[in-house]
């Protein structure tokens, strides 16, 4: 019974503080759209006539009292959304704390507030990214579609956590990426053949990238072979050709490690002038279902979400690689053992935190975005796709502000690398 009463405390007060910040979010949020949707509806007149117009009025008073109720605007309204809100919520925390008695095992608020966060994941960020609301007006899909995309996006986004906190391993993180693939293809809309071409790279900045890319890429596969190797790969091809690749990634690793002091600082120069962070930024992310259902917020030359790559990866990310790579690649600097080993878990750390954020960066760079592989391997990209991912640049480039231009008429090579490209087949 002291159990039964525990669960049903904590599943309680869970609820209760879940639902009540809920309630604040969807006061600010969804509310809004609503109220302006019951304004629309209201509107609406009825058909012109008097005599029509005389039977539908009476027709009304006479069935006036078969009206359904409906809570009154104001307090009275608002109260029932709390409650509706607490009360799943409640719902949600009696399942978890369920499990959690189920396991048997001692649950920290920690992990507590990561299987919640999760939980709101899978059930409703993950499938709302995919069905937006119906407000009247809007052509939407039919109820049996839009049901199967919430139970297909809901089991597919379990199944990518459950891969993720269970499986930390490469191929796990690939597999993932590969079902939002087949769930959500990829996002863009089709260029509009015989538009106008933006140089968007120069030369300079893509071979700054593709160095560092290289280099990366490079350090991130070999450096995964030899800290999960061990017990991934070994078991699979055994220890004669497990040592020899062993061997040629720690020599690899230890050798291109040392290029990042260069590409590194140079491809920050390169970008730094247009990763600035503003309040654009933080509205393109509370924006950001719009990202993947095609209603992108505008962004200038790059999004809130390339910033983040630039910041946590190449700045943050790299930087405590380079430092912490240059301790243990160099144990003759009187560095004390207790420095090597908290060298050696700050690179871990920084470099699978990199590394998740990397993949998710070369998937929306090749497959997931159509036309940004293209941008940064030939530099140019349409006028169409210039105005639909990244508008205030377009709009900052039609007005002669941006250092990107549009091509020139005579500049065949530009148009032959994109045109192609943008006619039907």
Avoid at 190 to 207: K, L, Q, T
Avoid at 264 to 271: A, D, G, M, N, T
Avoid at 284 to 311: C, M, Q
């Amino acid at each position: 019974m002291p159990v039964f009463r525990s669960i049903v405390f904590s599943a309680a007060l869970a609820g209760l503080i879940v639902g009540v910040v809920i309630s604040i979010a969807q006061f600010f949020g969804t509310v809004p759209l609503i109220q302006q949707s019951e304004v629309y509806e209201r509107k609406a007149t009825p058909p012109a006539g008097h005599d029509h117009a005389s039977a539908a009025s009476d027709q009304t008073k006479a069935h006036s009292h078969e009206k359904e109720w409906e809570p009154e605007d104001g307090l009275q309204r608002n109260a029932f959304t709390v409650g509706a809100n607490i009360l799943t919520a409640i719902g949600f925390a009696l399942l978890l704390t369920g499990v959690y008695a189920i396991r048997g095992r001692e649950v920290t608020w920690r992990e507590g507030l990561l299987w919640g966060l999760a939980g709101f994941v899978v059930f409703t960020a993950a499938p709302g990214l995919g069905l937006p609301p119906e407000l009247p007006g809007m052509a939407v899909a039919e109820l049996t579609a839009r049901q199967t995309w919430w139970i297909a996006t809901a089991a597919a986004t379990a199944g990518g956590l459950c891969l993720l906190a269970f499986r930390p391993a490469a191929w796990a993180a690939v597999l993932g990426l590969a079902g939002f693939y087949m769930l959500r293809g990829s996002m863009g809309d089709e260029d509009r053949p015989g538009g106008r071409v933006i140089e968007r790279f120069s030369p300079a900045d893509r071979y700054a990238h593709w160095f560092v890319a290289i280099v990366w890429v490079a350090l991130a596969i070999t450096g995964l072979i030899l800290s999960l190797g061990k017990s991934v790969l070994l078991p699979i091809v055994g220890y004669t050709l497990f040592s020899w690749l062993a061997q040629l990634s720690k020599t690899i690793h230890n050798f291109a490690g040392p290029l990042l002091i260069i590409g590194v600082p140079w491809l920050f120069l390169r970008f730094i002038r247009d990763n600035g962070v503003s309040g654009q930024d933080v509205r393109w992310l509370a924006n950001i279902k719009g990202y993947f259902t095609g209603h992108e917020y505008p962004s200038d030359r790059f999004n809130a979400g390339e910033k983040s790559v630039f910041w946590f990866v190449l700045t943050i990310g790299s930087t405590v690689l380079i430092g912490t790579g240059l301790v243990l690649l160099f144990p003759n600097f009187n560095q004390t053992r207790a420095t090597m080993q908290v060298a050696n878990i700050l690179h871990v750390i920084a470099a699978y935190l990199s590394i998740a954020l990397a993949c998710v960066h070369i998937y929306l760079g090749t497959i997931g975005m159509k036309g940004a592989y293209r941008a940064m391997r030939d530099g140019y990209v349409t006028e169409s796709w210039a105005e639909h991912h990244h508008l205030r640049w377009y709009e900052r480039i039609l007005a002669g502000k941006a250092r990107q231009k549009f091509v020139v008429q005579g500049t065949k090579e530009a148009v032959e690398r994109v045109e192609p490209r943008t006619r039907p087949a």
